[in-house]
């Protein structure tokens, strides 16, 4: 089985930044692709940022120069950093990665249980 976990979201004030890190646990021998996406109320959910494991990374125009995606292939982890935030980036954010795991030579697409990011005006 194959978990992520969140954390990091909470209540800043628009301006502020905050960070949010994903896990990914279990049985894994590779992940090729982590994302972050993102659902507020009463809307779809849409990505944020992905990165890839031959280094590709992409934003959602919304949130380009302000958010940035790392990750750490040894740690199994991918963050999200954002700054200058406003009270449109406030939603559920949801870590999501393509895992293949030992001895399934095909990769699986994963989601975490999200956290909640809030940004006052």
């Known amino acids: 089985q194959v978990q992520l976990v969140e954390s990091g979201g909470g209540l800043v004030q628009a301006g502020g930044s905050l960070r949010l890190s994903c896990a990914a646990s279990g049985s894994i021998f590779s992940i090729k692709r982590m994302a972050w996406y993102r659902q507020a109320p009463g809307r779809q959910r849409d990505l944020v940022a992905d990165?890839?494991?031959?280094?590709?990374?992409n934003y959602a125009d919304s949130v380009k120069g302000r958010f940035t995606i790392t990750r750490d292939d040894a740690k199994k982890t991918v963050y999200l950093q954002m700054n200058s935030l406003k009270p449109e980036d406030s939603a559920v954010y949801y870590c999501?990665?393509?895992?293949?795991?030992?001895?399934?030579?095909?990769?699986?697409?994963?989601w975490g249980q999200g956290t909640q990011v809030t940004v006052s005006s």
């Open positions: 999501n990665a393509d895992v293949t795991r030992f001895l399934s030579g095909l990769p699986y697409n994963y």
């Open positions: 990165a890839t494991s031959d280094g590709s990374i």
